[in-house]
Structure formats: structure tokens, C-alpha cells
């Protein structure tokens, strides 16, 4: 199975300010013969379910705000929350979608400072 | 729009079985692999398992072989996820949630149900 590790388990940010989480894959996502990367980031509030942030490592999901932002190849991903609002207090989630089984990351519990 | 709307909360003995369902709405059902994830108290995200609502063809996590099965009913544009032999730590928040790409299995999760908490307890 492929481990998704994510960094750091939690954060404290200040409103309007950047927040940046990370996640390492045990091997790579990036599929050679289309060049993408299978390699998702969701958001999680409490008492709701997860909501798809981010998929190809990159790509945003319709109706997501821009300040969500996500980079990296391979096995090393970033999101980036430019901005911090109030709203964006959650945990969130990445997820590789390269192989059987599907994995998630440990999650990473994102504050306000 | 795309809804999952699963059903109700649970209370079930160790040893026993339970059936959540989820009935889809919004797309065409048959269209999209509906996958399971369930989330214990606390805890992370776990990929229980997928099953093809166009042929009915499903593929469980390792951990899960032999303990859950995946059904649907296409007539109802229902999924249905049965664990049996249930112990307290399958006590769990238990999510369906679709894959956008048809004819995909495995793919990113772009809706999802608002989950049933199934708590084994005796």
C-alpha cells in the first residue's frame, strides 16, 4: 500500500495570513504516460462530510476559492491556503488515487491563531 | 444536483451485521463507481471498497475481504455497504461518495454522502 504522510499533524495560523500543509507519498503518484499526478486534497469540518479541494495535485474543484492553491510531483505535495479565513478552520486531507487501495493522509487540523 | 443521502445512525451488537444505504440523485447513477470510506471517532479517512453500479463488479480493501459486501439496487439509484461480524472498533462514521469519471474505479471522490454513524457497542 502506498502511505501518505502528512506535515505537520496541526497548525496555527493568523487570519489572513498563509497556511501550508504537506504530504509525502512512499512511492511516486505521477503517472508517466500522462504526466499527471493522482493525488487529491479534500477539507473536512466538523459533524460534515470530506469536501474535494484539489485533485491531479493541482487542479481545482469548481466552486473552490482561489486562495486554495496545490503544487508538487512525484511524492512531495503542498497545500496552500493564501489568506486565512475564518471559514478555512478545518482538517484536511490528502488522498493518492494512483493505486489499490486508495490512501489517505493522517490529516493535518488547521486553527486560527 | 448531485446528492447522496444515506441512511440513519445505528446501534448494533458485536458479532452482528449492518446495511447502510445510499441513494443517489442528481446524475445518472449507473454512470459512476460509487466507493465507501469510513472515519472512527477522531480519526483519519480509510477506503473500505468500490462497487460498479453499471455491472455490479466490487473491489474491497484487503482488510474488509470476506467481512463486508457491496450492493446496488439500480431500479432505487441505491449503493448499499454490508459489514457483518461487526466488533467495537468498527464503530465508525461510514461515508459513500462518488467517482466522477465513468467507467474510472479508481479516481478522486467528488460528492459525497453525509455519512451514517454505525456504533457497535454491546
Known amino acids: 500500500d502506498i502511505v501518505m504522510t502528512q506535515s505537520p499533524d496541526s497548525l496555527a495560523v493568523s487570519l489572513g495570513e498563509r497556511a501550508t500543509i504537506n504530504c509525502k507519498s512512499s512511492?511516486?503518484?505521477?503517472?508517466?504516460?500522462?504526466?499527471?499526478?493522482?493525488l487529491a486534497w479534500y477539507q473536512q469540518k466538523p459533524g460534515q462530510p470530506p469536501k474535494l479541494l484539489i485533485y491531479?495535485?493541482?487542479t481545482r474543484e469548481s466552486g473552490v476559492p482561489d486562495r486554495f492553491s496545490g503544487s508538487g510531483s512525484g511524492t512531495d505535495f503542498t497545500l496552500t491556503i493564501t489568506g486565512l479565513q475564518a471559514e478555512d478552520v478545518a482538517v484536511y486531507y490528502c488522498?493518492?488515487?494512483?493505486?489499490?487501495?486508495?490512501?489517505f493522509g493522517q490529516g493535518t487540523k488547521l486553527e486560527v491563531k | 444536483q448531485v446528492q447522496l443521502v444515506q441512511s440513519g445512525a445505528e446501534v448494533k451488537k458485536p458479532g452482528a451485521s449492518v446495511k447502510v444505504s445510499c441513494k443517489a440523485s442528481?446524475?445518472?447513477?449507473?454512470?459512476?463507481?460509487i466507493h465507501w470510506v469510513r472515519q472512527a471517532p477522531g480519526q483519519g479517512l480509510e477506503w473500505m471498497g468500490w462497487?460498479?453500479?453499471?455491472?455490479?463488479?466490487?473491489n474491497y480493501a484487503q482488510k474488509f475481504q470476506g467481512r463486508v459486501t457491496m450492493t446496488r439496487d439500480t431500479s432505487i439509484s441505491t449503493a448499499y455497504m454490508e459489514l457483518s461480524r461487526l466488533r467495537s472498533d468498527d464503530t465508525a462514521v461510514y461515508y459513500c461518495?462518488?467517482?466522477?469519471?465513468?467507467?474510472?474505479?479508481?479516481?478522486?471522490?467528488?460528492?459525497w454522502g453525509q455519512g451514517s454513524l454505525i456504533t457497535v457497542s454491546s
Open positions: 442528481g446524475y445518472t447513477f449507473t454512470d459512476s463507481y
Open positions: 488522498q493518492q488515487y494512483y493505486g489499490t487501495p486508495q490512501t
Open positions: 512511492r511516486s503518484v505521477l503517472y508517466s504516460s500522462n504526466n499527471k499526478n493522482y
Open positions: 461518495a462518488r467517482d466522477p469519471t465513468p467507467a474510472i474505479s479508481i479516481d478522486f471522490l467528488d460528492f
Open positions: 462497487i460498479n453500479p453499471n455491472s455490479s463488479n466490487t
Open positions: 491531479w495535485a493541482s
